[in-house]
């Protein structure tokens, strides 16, 4: 039992001993070097070579971009004139790409009602629209509705493929999305620090730093990550065009994507999309850190579970029966 | 020998660059905004048709009986110890509801008569955490009243047919039977 692979930690269970932890942050410091290193010299190359090919110079400032933490003003600036540039050119659409910051104080959470919710997937769709996800074939969607016999726990008898009207009678329903763990597995498993904590909580990706690897994917225990295998097609008319760097800004294909919470709309203090499209109000949404919030008020007086508490995760995503 | 001083001036503001490390991260000042409440009331309908129109004041017949006539599609469910029409609205001004000790109540204040009997409800939906709420989780919010989402003579949901099932994974659908 000492291959690295098999260790409680790499499923998430525990949290990595400092010493350990302190080595791989070293390890990963290194990889960035030469990663950039080899970048900057392939680049040259790149920039040689289009420039005799009179092709377009802006994927080569996409290929040298800095990882967000180290962006400044100046560059983000640059960066989402030319994402909006990308996206008007391909779509005709006129975006407009933010990046809100984390509220001082602020740690999101969120709460579902399992006594209302009826399954009726109004959520999934205005997520879908909220964040520009893809609407072909090879669609995906943040929020997975787990049909679940009445008194089963065990998910693997679930049916997230449910059809026809709801609800039906003998099942309940599971709604699950990115839970925003504040021990997050997938962040520990990320080779390239493309995915962090942000500190009001959130779980973000750096679409342009990501190298689409998905061992995030792997150890997430709540199947919230969704992979670029195509490249985004979205109709014109479905495009959000309030847009934010770390979210639901249209992604390029061979990336990693997942639910932030809507943080384009509750890093502006509004409720995110989902919240606002459950006809049943099965959705509460809002800042663990305030005493007289709502969250607070369900956690201090519903009865209250997350999802695996087992694997120690800590979830900021409850559900509650009231 | 002009070209090597642009050269090294050009690294060391490189090496200065790196050596400031990343940009400071600047948070967004927490907001001191009041959380007002509105709430959200679907007046219309009884203005345009006041009951008042067909129902004299304190004339009607009040006793439970199967409706013929008029009124047939309301589809009455709710409750299951009895009552009828007149338990809610007022026979002595039709225009209006009525709480159990008979004061009367205006239309658009049915919240106040939902909490007679429905506390529980009540009580989340006053604190937040019952109902929906929409607008800014650290500002003004519109809450629904709850014949916004509850029709009043039939207020349990009625089945609804959910939005499209999501595609499953390629791999899956191969399978034979496609879904699972
Ligand atoms: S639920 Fe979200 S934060 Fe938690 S492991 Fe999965 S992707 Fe990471
Ligand atoms: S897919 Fe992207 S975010 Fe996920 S682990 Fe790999 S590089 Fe990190």
Known sequence: MNGCHTEPEAAGALPLPDARAGQLVELRRKGETSRRDLLAGAAAAAATATAAAGCDITSVDQFLQKHYSELTDEDKK????????????????????????????????????LSICNGNRRCVEACARENNLPNHPEEMRYIRVLEVPNGAFELEKSDPYFEGEVPKSGKYYLPVQCHQCANPPCVRQC?????????????????????????????????????????????????????????????????????????????????????????????????????NGELRKILATKRVYVLKEDLGTIPHFFYFFA | MAKPVPLALGLCAALVAACSGPPERKLAPASASAHSITIELSA??????????????????????????????????????????????????????????????????S??????????????????????????????????????????????????????????????????????
């Open chain 1, 78 to 113: 640059q960066i989402f004139a030319r994402l909006e540039a990308q996206v008007k050119e391909r779509s005709g659409v006129t975006v407009k790409i933010s990046d809100p910051q984390p509220i001082e104080g602020v740690t999101f959470g969120y709460a579902l009602n």
């Open chain 2, 111 to 180: 919240y106040e008569l939902c909490s007679g009997c429905h506390g529980d409800r009540a009580i989340d939906w006053r604190a937040g955490t019952h109902g929906l709420n929409v607008g800014y989780w650290n500002g003004p919010q519109t809450r629904r009243t709850c014949t916004l989402c509850h029709n009043p003579h039939r207020p349990a949901f009625a089945p609804m047919e959910p939005e499209k099932a999501p595609n499953p994974p390629r791999t899956m659908a191969a399978k034979e039977g496609g879904r699972r």
């Open chain 1, 191 to 291: 080779p390239c620090e493309a995915t962090w904590k942000e500190p009001d909580g959130l779980i973000v990706v750096d679409y342009d730093w990501c190298i689409g690897c998905r061992y995030c994917q792997a150890a997430c225990p709540y199947h919230a990550r969704r992979f670029n295998y195509g490249a985004p097609t979205i109709e014109p008319d479905r495009i959000n065009p309030n847009q934010a760097y770390l979210s639901n800004r249209i992604r390029p294909v061979g990336v990693i994507e997942k639910c932030t919470f809507c943080l384009q709309r509750t890093r502006v203090g509004r409720f995110p999309a989902c919240l606002e499209a459950c006809p049943t109000g099965a959705r509460k949404f809002g800042d663990l850190n305030d005493p």
């Open chain 2, 44 to 109: 219309e309908h009884w203005a345009q048709f006041p009951c008042t129109q067909c129902h004299e004041k304190g004339a009607a017949n009040t006793t439970e009986r199967p409706l013929t006539e008029f009124h047939t599609n309301t589809g009455l469910r709710h409750g299951s110890v009895g009552g009828w029409c007149y338990r809610c609205h007022s026979n002595q001004d039709p225009d209006k509801l009525h709480l159990t000790d008979g004061t009367l109540l205006p239309f658009e204040k």
